[in-house]
């Protein structure tokens, strides 16, 4: 059953081509007597078995099957690379079944190829004996057949005859930060590993974790601590005073301070100071400097008021005019300005009506007067009325103009004329004029001259009608009575004066 030998003394190829059995039987077999099926690698290999092994009609098994859809080394479970895949033309087909592996050992056509064929078909079979010993190569290798002999192939990070550990170079800190290292196979060694880092205020930039690969480098570069960066301030729209930033790791970075003044007449409203801190953000929004306001004012009375606001209504600044209504005079200033201080820089001025000359009552009369904005102030309307007994001579009203003046002079009182009176015959008249002849008050009084007597009243006056109270009187002479009995008297005449001879006619008997 056991067939002839071949390989160096450090590997042994075995095969048997009799009996012929089935792939699982033939590795039982292989695992039973020498370590496994062989498991063919590189060309190399193959030009030796293919030189070793006697031509064989059923060919021989190798260690390679399909597992799971893919070609695998059965001994070390991996995957078969397509780089080391040695297929026949053709092969491997698709025939369902067909998943263990055949070497076409001496064949004429595609000698030392692969063949998949059925697991159950009966081939010869092909072992191996390893070379390698738990002790032969380090805790950190591998152990490689190969042909008469065998390597140490090193893990990742370990090289040399000893497969000792690889260096990296020692990581500084980066500024503003730290690390954290683990080195499970010695300081800086292969697979150790540094975590960074940063103070508050900073953020890391790169690769936070960082390993020292199989070829003694760094994966990455150490890691930047940055200051965290806050919005800039450059452009803030800051007017009507000056900022003032200092930034001691970068601009407008983590700890920048930005400090604000307003400029003189206006207010601070918000925080005079703000700092970036760790997260990036301003401790407080940008301040504004408003103007300082003054009290509010408004249009004097009959008056009217102007005014620029360069920074707001009644505000540092501004500037105000006022100016009276026609008819009135300023009393005051008439522009004044809104201070640094918050205060006009004067009082406010007032309009005043202008005044017309003071009216003395007329003889005789009085007058009565509306003054809306004073005595004898722009629109007083004064009205003249006469006493009793005289007439207005003149316009009874008048008004103070927006000049200052009246529109018109004041009237006069005339006493009432009453009808111009002459003395009777054989009279005289005497009249009292305290208000000029024959006018209201006169007091006329008729005398008649030696001989006559007064025949009326003798006083009259003139009312405040302009009329006379009493008809002028007449003087008439005396009479000399005769007592005649039955005497007729002329009746011709009615009125007889002193002396006339009156004839008398006596009657016949």
Same mark, same amino acid.
């Given at each position: 059953?056991?067939?002839?030998?071949?390989?160096?003394?450090?590997?042994?190829?075995?095969?048997?081509?009799?009996?012929?059995?089935?792939?699982?039987?033939?590795?039982?077999?292989?695992?039973?007597?020498?370590?496994?099926?062989?498991?063919?690698?590189?060309?190399?290999?193959?030009?030796?078995?293919?030189?070793?092994?006697?031509?064989?009609?059923?060919?021989?098994?190798?260690?390679?099957?399909?597992?799971?859809?893919?070609?695998?080394?059965?001994?070390?479970?991996?995957?078969?690379?397509?780089?080391?895949?040695?297929?026949?033309?053709?092969?491997?087909?698709?025939?369902?079944?067909?998943?263990?592996?055949?070497?076409?050992?001496?064949?004429?056509?595609?000698?030392?190829?692969?063949?998949?064929?059925?697991?159950?078909?009966?081939?010869?079979?092909?072992?191996?004996?390893?070379?390698?010993?738990?002790?032969?190569?380090?805790?950190?290798?591998?152990?490689?057949?190969?042909?008469?002999?065998?390597?140490?192939?090193?893990?990742?990070?370990?090289?040399?005859?000893?497969?000792?550990?690889?260096? #990296? +170079? %020692?990581?500084?800190? /980066?500024? !503003? =930060?730290?690390?954290? *290292?683990?080195? &499970?196979?010695? $300081?800086?060694? @292969?697979?150790?590993?540094?975590?960074?880092?940063?103070?508050?205020?900073?953020?890391?930039?790169?690769?936070?974790?960082?390993?020292?690969?199989?070829?003694?480098?760094?994966?990455?570069?150490?890691?930047?601590?940055?200051?965290?960066?806050?919005?800039?301030?450059?452009?803030?729209?800051?007017?009507?005073?000056?900022?003032?930033?200092?930034?001691?790791?970068?601009?407008?970075?983590?700890?920048?301070?930005?400090?604000?003044?307003?400029?003189?007449?206006?207010?601070?409203?918000?925080?005079?100071?703000?700092?970036?801190?760790?997260?990036?953000?301003?401790?407080?929004?940008?301040?504004?400097?408003?103007?300082?306001? #003054? +009290? %509010?004012?408004?249009? /004097?009375? !009959? =008056?009217?008021?102007? *005014?620029?606001? &360069?920074?707001? $209504?009644?505000? @540092?600044?501004?500037?105000?005019?006022?100016?009276?209504?026609?008819?009135?005079?300023?009393?005051?200033?008439?522009?004044?300005?809104?201070?640094?201080?918050?205060?006009?820089?004067?009082?406010?001025?007032?309009?005043?009506?202008?005044?017309?000359?003071?009216?003395?009552?007329?003889?005789?009369?009085?007058?009565?007067?509306?003054?809306?904005?004073?005595?004898?102030?722009?629109?007083?309307?004064?009205?003249?009325?006469?006493?009793?007994?005289?007439?207005?001579?003149?316009?009874?009203?008048?008004?103070?103009?927006?000049?200052?003046?009246?529109?018109?002079?004041?009237?006069?009182?005339?006493?009432?004329?009453?009808?111009?009176?002459?003395?009777?015959?054989?009279?005289?008249?005497?009249?009292?004029?305290?208000?000029?002849?024959? $006018?209201?008050?006169?007091?006329?009084?008729?005398?008649?001259?030696?001989?006559?007597?007064?025949?009326?009243?003798?006083?009259?006056?003139?009312?405040?009608?302009?009329?006379?109270?009493?008809?002028?009187?007449?003087?008439?002479?005396?009479?000399?009575?005769?007592?005649?009995?039955?005497?007729?008297?002329?009746?011709?005449?009615?009125?007889?004066?002193?002396?006339?001879?009156?004839?008398?006619?006596?009657?016949?008997?």
């Amino acid at each position: 059953e056991l067939s002839s030998r071949g390989g160096a003394q450090a590997w042994t190829y075995n095969y048997s081509t009799s009996p012929s059995r089935r792939w699982l039987e033939a590795r039982q077999w292989c695992q039973e007597h020498f370590t496994d099926m062989v498991a063919i690698h590189n060309q190399e290999e193959t030009d030796f078995l293919n030189e070793l092994l006697p031509r064989n009609s059923k060919y021989y098994w190798i260690g390679i099957r399909k597992v799971a859809g893919v070609w695998t080394w059965v001994e070390t479970n991996e995957n078969v690379p397509e780089e080391a895949q040695n297929w026949a033309t053709s092969e491997p087909d698709r025939i369902a079944g067909q998943d263990c592996v055949e070497i076409y050992i001496k064949r004429d056509k595609d000698a030392a190829k692969w063949n998949n064929e059925k697991c159950q078909q009966r081939k010869g079979t092909v072992c191996y004996s390893a070379s390698c010993r738990q002790d032969s190569c380090s805790a950190h290798a591998d152990c490689v057949e190969t042909i008469g002999n065998y390597t140490c192939k090193c893990h990742p990070g370990f090289s040399g005859p000893s497969c000792e550990d690889i260096a #990296c +170079n %020692p990581l500084a800190d /980066p500024a !503003h =930060g730290s690390q954290l *290292c683990f080195h &499970p196979f010695g $300081s800086n060694r @292969f697979n150790s590993s540094c975590l960074f880092s940063c103070e508050r205020g900073f953020r890391l930039v790169g690769e936070s974790q960082l390993f020292c690969q199989a070829s003694g480098h760094w994966n990455q570069p150490v890691p930047l601590c940055q200051a965290e960066q806050c919005p800039d301030l450059s452009h803030t729209n800051f007017s009507s005073g000056t900022m003032t930033c200092r930034h001691p790791v970068g601009p407008h970075s983590y700890n920048s301070t930005c400090e604000f003044r307003c400029d003189e007449g206006f207010d601070l409203i918000g925080e005079d100071r703000i700092r970036c801190d760790h997260s990036g953000q301003w401790t407080a929004s940008v301040p504004a400097c408003t103007a300082k306001r #003054c +009290n %509010p004012i408004k249009s /004097p009375p !009959h =008056g009217s008021l102007s *005014c620029s606001d &360069p920074n707001g $209504s009644f505000s @540092f600044g501004s500037r105000c005019t006022e100016a009276c209504d026609e008819g009135f005079l300023l009393n005051g200033t008439s522009s004044f300005e809104c201070t640094s201080l918050g205060v006009w820089s004067a009082d406010m001025p007032s309009c005043l009506a202008k005044r017309c000359p003071p009216l003395n009552s007329t003889a005789h009369g009085s007058f009565i007067c509306s003054d809306p904005h004073g005595n004898f102030s722009f629109g007083s309307r004064c009205t003249t009325t006469c006493e009793e007994g005289f007439i207005l001579n003149g316009t009874a009203e008048t008004e103070c103009t927006s000049s200052g003046t009246w529109s018109t002079d004041v009237p006069h009182c005339l006493a009432k004329r009453c009808p111009t009176l002459k003395s009777p015959p054989h009279g005289s008249l005497n009249c009292s004029k305290p208000h000029g002849e024959f $006018s209201f008050g006169s007091q006329c009084t008729t005398t008649c001259e030696e001989g006559f007597l007064l025949n009326g009243t003798a006083d009259t006056e003139c009312t405040s009608a302009g009329t006379w109270n009493e008809d002028i009187p007449q003087c008439t002479g005396k009479n000399k009575l005769f007592i005649i009995f039955f005497a007729i008297i002329d009746a011709q005449r009615s009125f007889y004066g002193l002396d006339d001879r009156v004839p008398v006619y006596l009657p016949a008997k």
